[in-house]
Each structure stands twice: as C-alpha cells, then as structure tokens.
C-alpha cells in the first residue's frame, strides 16, 4: 500500500471519508441535517487543509474552529462524536494508504480533534495547558 504522496491521494482519501461520515448514523445526521453541508462545496476546501496539513502548501485559509464553534452552538459536539469522526478517518487511511505522510495524517486528526474538543468545552487548545493542569504540584521537600 503507497503513502499519501499529492493533491489527488488526498481528494480521494477526503471523499472515501466523507463518504462513511455521511452515512454514519452518529455524524451522518450532523453533517447533513445540522451543518447542511454542500459535499461538492466542501471537498475543495477540506482537501485544502489537509493538503496544508500534510505538505505545507499553505491553500488553507480558513478558520477552522471558528466553522466547529458555530456548528457546537446548533448541535453541541461531544467527544463521542470527535471519537467516531477520528475512527473513520483513521480506517479511510488505514483502508488506502501507509507511511510516514498517512501516519501524519492519523497524528494530527487526533491531535485537532482534541485541541477542537478542549476549545468548544471552555479551555484552552493547547494539549500542554491539559498535561501541565493534571501534574500535581511540586512538593516543599522537593
């Protein structure tokens, strides 16, 4: 199985995605009944960020959260949903591709699906506000 190399392993890695989110039941309705989401208008523009994300192309330039946000205030995300969103993007790539730029693109769906969850529930993106928040406090002794 070949790596995710170019623009077009992304558009059809983006749409075999879409596709399963769509009919999911979870984020099927989401996407469709809350977000109404032009797939035709859409694809473009998400092949964009990852096409951004993955290779640095900088044809992203858009405000992600800010898009999640709005949507959060009609339909609150939870991290169910976040989960099952990763879950199908991880097997669309695990389905059509391995290698350094697909494992990228597992990392950092994880690692945006945390930071966007921890932003619609009040706190900060950063994951190292979450690690340094859980480390206890230093003790007098030490």
């Known amino acids: ?25 979870l984020l099927g309705p989401v996407f469709i009944d809350v977000a109404k989401m ?6 473009p523009i998400m092949c964009d960020f990852w096409e ?9 330039r858009r405000n992600a959260l800010q898009l999640h946000v709005d949507l959060n205030r009609r339909e609150p995300l939870t991290e169910r949903h976040f989960e099952r969103w990763l879950a199908l993007w991880r097997a669309a790539i695990d389905d059509r591709h ?7 693109a597992k990392v950092q769906a994880t690692r945006i699906a945390q930071s966007m969850l921890r932003r619609l529930s009040g706190g900060s993106g950063s994951e190292h506000h979450t690690i340094r928040a859980a480390r206890p406090a230093p003790s007098a002794a030490g």
Request: charged content about 30%.
């Open 38 to 43: 032009d797939l035709s208008a859409h694809l």
């Open 1 to 25: 199985m070949a790596d995710i190399t170019d623009r077009g392993d992304i558009t059809d890695l983006v749409t075999d995605f879409y596709g399963r989110a769509f009919a999911d039941e």
């Open 52 to 60: 951004t994300v993955l290779f640095r192309s900088g044809t992203y």
């Open 98 to 104: 391995a290698g350094p730029k697909a494992e990228l």
